[in-house]
């Protein structure tokens, strides 16, 4: 999700998904009245929807603007018969990491 497709989602009546985990923040105060502002726009979000939002969508964008770093290794040929080659940028490792601990979490009890 992309940080500009927030305010039409939250405009919607729709709740977020369960929560899965949960954190504790502690908020610069611009920040926090940043989010209180947001709550008294969009009413049916709590605050804990709000931030959960705005966290995918940052991480989403966090995701596409790590760094392609390319190997020598060839592991696939794109439509034009071009050489793909693996990437050795932090991005293979975040989501090898993310998908482990995903599958952890999945079999952990709910808020631990």
């Known amino acids: ?3 500009a497709e927030l305010i ?3 405009r919607q009546t729709s709740q977020a998904s369960a929560v899965a985990r949960s954190y504790a923040v502690d908020l610069p105060l611009r920040d926090a009245a940043r989010i209180e502002a947001l709550h008294l726009m969009y009413p049916a979000r709590t605050d804990s929807q709000l931030m959960a939002d705005l966290i ?4 989403d964008e966090l995701e ?3 760094p392609y770093v390319p190997g020598k ?4 040929e ?3 018969g071009d050489p793909i080659y693996e990437d050795l ?3 293979p490792r975040f989501y090898s990491l993310s998908h482990e601990i995903l ?3 999945a079999g952990a009890p709910l808020g631990k």
Request: avoid cysteine; charge should be positive; hydrophobic fraction near 50%.
């Open 1 to 3: 999700m992309r940080i």
């Open 8 to 10: 039409q989602r939250w």
């Open 56 to 59: 995918r969508a940052a991480l």
């Open 64 to 66: 596409v603007a790590m």
């Open 73 to 76: 290794r060839v592991i696939a």
């Open 78 to 80: 794109d439509d034009y």
């Open 89 to 91: 940028g932090p991005t």
């Open 103 to 105: 599958r952890r979490l």
